[in-house]
């Protein structure tokens, strides 16, 4: 069994930041894509950002040049540093990682920890 563990999540005035980790532990062979989604209250999830395992990274348009994430794989964790926050980034982050661990290839989620900001 594979568990993501998520912290760093908080309240924080707008233009502040914060930084968010997401460590995956269990029996892990490898992790592919791993990446940060976000929920406000009465919307979709969606993808904020995500990386390979190669480093590649993608971010959906409203977060570039604020957000950066990045990862360590000797330590199966991901990181997401939010700078310049925005009340409108409030919501609950999760992490989310492509795990491959011994025959199975399988998505894993973190609970999610909460991100307020503050006008």
């Known amino acids: 069994q594979v568990q993501l563990v998520e912290s760093g999540g908080g309240l924080v005035q707008a233009g502040g930041s914060l930084r968010l980790s997401c460590a995956a532990s269990?029996?892990?062979?490898?992790?592919?894509?791993m990446g940060w989604f976000r929920q406000a209250p009465g919307k979709w999830r969606e993808l904020v950002a995500r990386?390979?395992?190669?480093?590649?990274?993608e971010y959906m348009d409203s977060v570039k040049g604020r957000f950066t994430i990045s990862r360590d794989n000797a330590k199966n964790t991901v990181y997401l540093q939010m700078n310049s926050l925005k009340p409108e980034d409030t919501a609950v982050y999760y992490c989310?990682?492509?795990?491959?661990?011994?025959?199975?290839?399988?998505?894993?989620w973190g609970q999610g920890t909460q991100v307020t900001v503050s006008s």
């Open positions: 990386i390979t395992s190669g480093g590649g990274t």
């Open positions: 989310n990682a492509d795990v491959v661990s011994g025959t199975l290839y399988r998505d894993y």
């Open positions: 269990g029996i892990i062979f490898s992790i592919n894509t």
